[in-house]
């Protein structure tokens, strides 16, 4: 052999002794640290009692025991109650003074015996009470009681209902009433607003638009009241846009609607028979015209038809008596002379939907005792008849408890306080001797009452990132009513997150899959909070996550993603596998161990946990294989305690999860 081979040779053999030597110490220094972590609750309290030495239970951390603890709905709630004593106290819950049982609460609750703490995740407005602790032993006993509140409604901005206030058409004379629904919480200041001009201007050189406030809430004022804003008497003066501002200590939140204001109407008294002409005329020929009559769209009819912006009434009627208003900006409305009726011949037309667009939800979700209404407009000649039914059968009033009302000038269906049974598809046939279309919508009656969109805890988690790289959160929405999803990203603007009113400056973003989003190729402007926000009829929730985009890869410890790996339930003979994803540079080494008990004990002496390695990664082992643990054919032995255990040369870290074991299914247990 030459000597350049036993160089390597004898090379080879001191690298894999170092590389041995360097796996064992870091096998041992990553147990030890383990171990430690465990036990680290007790750590830094000298007054850990001997046998010799009894003594009454004492609170251990006095000044982090806060009594009163207002959170709001859907996150977890920890209170712990850490005593000293000896022998070791006992520790019990009450609720409002009585004994604290799991089955009392939906979702029950974990006890932590070595934490002294009892754990509540995602709590309700129900959670809200007293909660005491009792912590006793032979030679004394000591309580403690928390205060919970949980508020239903965090705080938020006023939502404004959609649609109101809406836009008016009225006469000189006439009164006008505009509407703005508000909710909110903490409650909303309401003022009704009238943009104005100034030196001719609609608005100032900072481009905020130049207001007049007519209504604002005063001593004497409901909110009720300050939700209506009345007119009386309107002149042209009037004319213009008004605006519902509301605030609160979150921030504010406007709508606005147009007042339209004409000198007076053109009344015309004729005959039954006759026909009428009536023609809108201005100074620009308009593009469209559309006529209305009692503020709905008219369509063309049996006898009404529109051309040209002229309206052609053949044969009018009692039932034509009306205001009728053409929808075009400045434009005058004048008629023609009534007249004998001409030979005048209508198109024939089959019927079709006058606003499919408002059509394409075919499936509604609505919470008992809400009001239901479908819309089925369509226009054709002779004007189509409508008739409704229910799972392909004819709907009757007495069908239905309460009946129903069929609004035949705006082609709608009306049923009040939905019940379950109201569940079904409703179709609405349109139809005149050229034709006939139908429409189906599938209702569903949630019997629950409706509520907010609720956001699984810990989503989206915080992330970071490197230059370069891409990034993904994820948020979980929960509800039973439709949900509309953005994501935002929380900006600065002029140097400043906020707004004067304490809104905070945002920009929405898009996304392919709403409850994703991902962002591709990032860079250090990315960095930041992000927002996701979900809202429903009801009211909306945020959860908001940061990340944190650096130009290289920093060092630090291994970072495992919450809530993996998960506790796993399994019946003997099948497979089961726990996953733990793990972020880290350096990259880290990865264990899974299970704890164990030697000889009827789970720690030693020193007070760390026995614990087994099951899997270690090797020289032919890939990250991704070392994140999964999978057990074949488990048995009752193989019920325990797993934990995923990462270190690199920055630290440690770890998650933990249980695995249950049945002889067979739990339901089917003898």
Known sequence: MSTSAVCMESCARQQALLYWSMMKSTMKVMLLLFSVLLTQPLQGYTRLSSPEQASVPEWAEPERMKKIHTVPASITVRFRCLAIGNPTPTLKWLKNGKVFKKDQRIGGFKLRERLWSIVMDSVVPSDSGNYTCVVENKHGSINHTYQLEVDGHPPHRPILQAGLPANRTAVVGSDVEFECKVCSHPPAHIQWLKHIEVNGRKMGEDGVPYVKVLQSAGMNTTDKEMEVLQLKNVSLEDAGMYTCLAGNSIGISHHSAWLTVYKDTVAHTLREEYNLYLKCMSMEEPQEVRWTKDQVPLADGEHTHQHNGQLDIKGVELADSAFAFEDYDND???????????????????????KPER????????????????????????????KWLKNGRKFKEDQRMGGFKVRKYTWSIVM?????????????????????INHTY???????????????????????AVVGSDVEFECKVYGDL??????????????????????????????????????????????????????????????SAWLTVYKERSPHRPI????????????????????????????????????????????????????????SAGMNTTDKEMEVLQLKN?????????????GNSIGISHHSAWLTVYKEGPGRQS
């Open 332 to 354: 005058e409305s004048s008629s023609g002379k009534a007249k004998r009726s001409s030979d005048q011949k209508l198109l024939p037309k089959a019927p079709e939907w006058a």
């Open 416 to 436: 009040e306080s939905a019940v379950p049974s109201d569940r079904g598809n409703y179709t609405c046939v349109v139809e005149n001797k050229y034709g006939s």
């Open 560 to 615: 495992l993603q919450p809530g993996l790996p998960a506790n796993r339930t399994a019946v003997v003979g099948s497979d089961v596998e726990f996953e733990c994803k793990v972020c880290s540079h350096p990259p880290a080494h990865i264990q899974w161990l299970k704890h164990i008990e030697v000889n009827g004990s789970k720690v030693r002496e020193d007070g760390l946990p026995y614990v087994k390695i099951i899997k």
């Open 634 to 646: 488990v048995s009752l032995e193989d019920a325990g305690v797993y934990t995923c255990l990462a």
């Open 442 to 464: 599938q209702l569903d009656v949630v019997e629950r009452p409706p509520h907010r969109p609720i956001l699984k805890a810990g989503l989206p988690a915080n992330r970071t």
């Open 359 to 386: 059509m394409e939800k075919k499936l509604h979700m609505v919470g008992v005792s809400n009001t239901i209404k479908f819309h089925c407009m369509a226009i054709g000649n002779p004007t189509p008849t409508l």
């Open 482 to 543: 439709p949900t509309h999803i953005q994501w935002l990203k929380h900006i600065e603007v002029n140097g400043r997150k906020m707004g004067e009113d304490g809104v905070p400056y945002v920009k929405v973003l898009q996304s392919k899959e709403m409850g994703v989003l991902q962002l591709k190729n990032v860079s250090l402007e990315d960095a930041g909070m992000y927002t996701c926000l979900a809202g429903n009829s009801i009211g909306y929730s945020y959860h």
